[in-house]
């Protein structure tokens, strides 16, 4: 279990520079809003980072909710840090708290809340639709839900998959 620790604290250990912390969302995640001075390594990378160099400083793990960062602990406590921290509440504790984030209003949305937009719009315009059109547009309401249930058990998302190349998505990870 990674000790947690209060946003106040932590920031007080940051600005003092006696401790590392790491930020363990997805790149557009970071790109749009992080804590100043977090360094970037998403945890579907973080097993193939070399941390060697920081292991004689505390560190501290951070992500949106701290829901992610508790999930992780395991793996995150197998790199080595002789202190290790997860910041309460996460991001949303450390601005909460009134602490300054970096924030970038040109960055797009998150990848999974621009699925959760669109899979949303194409299941409720395949229910209007068929109540106001055909009963035939129910299938798309359908097909869509047959998608996010596959990509539950699958952990591939199509729908991801096409946003990503989607022109706003390519701008920010270049």
């Known amino acids: 279990m990674l000790t947690p620790i209060a ?15 790491i930020d ?19 945890l579907n990378a973080i097993d193939a980072e070399d941390l060697t160099t920081e292991h004689g400083r505390a560190v501290c793990f951070t992500c949106r909710s701290g829901n992610r960062t508790a999930i992780a602990a395991a793996r995150l406590l197998a790199k080595g840090f ?25 960055a ?8 959760q937009i669109a899979a949303g719009s194409l299941a409720l315009a395949g229910a209007v639709l068929a109540a106001t059109v055909s009963p035939w547009f129910i299938l798309l309401s359908g097909f869509v839900g047959a998608g ?8 591939f998302c199509g729908m991801a998959r096409l946003l990503k190349l989607m022109p706003w998505n390519r ?4």
């Open 7 to 21: 946003p106040d604290a932590l920031q007080q250990r940051l600005a003092s520079g006696g401790m590392l912390l």
């Open 24 to 42: 363990i969302r997805e790149p557009d995640e970071y790109a749009r809003e992080h804590i100043i001075g977090a360094r970037l390594i998403p």
């Open 82 to 106: 002789p202190e290790s921290y997860a910041l309460e509440g996460g991001l949303d504790g450390w601005k909460k708290a009134g602490l300054p984030v970096h924030f970038n209003p040109r």
């Open 108 to 115: 797009p949305l998150d990848l999974m809340r621009q699925v």
């Open 148 to 155: 996010l249930v596959f990509a539950g058990l699958t952990g």
């Open 171 to 174: 701008a920010s990870l270049a």
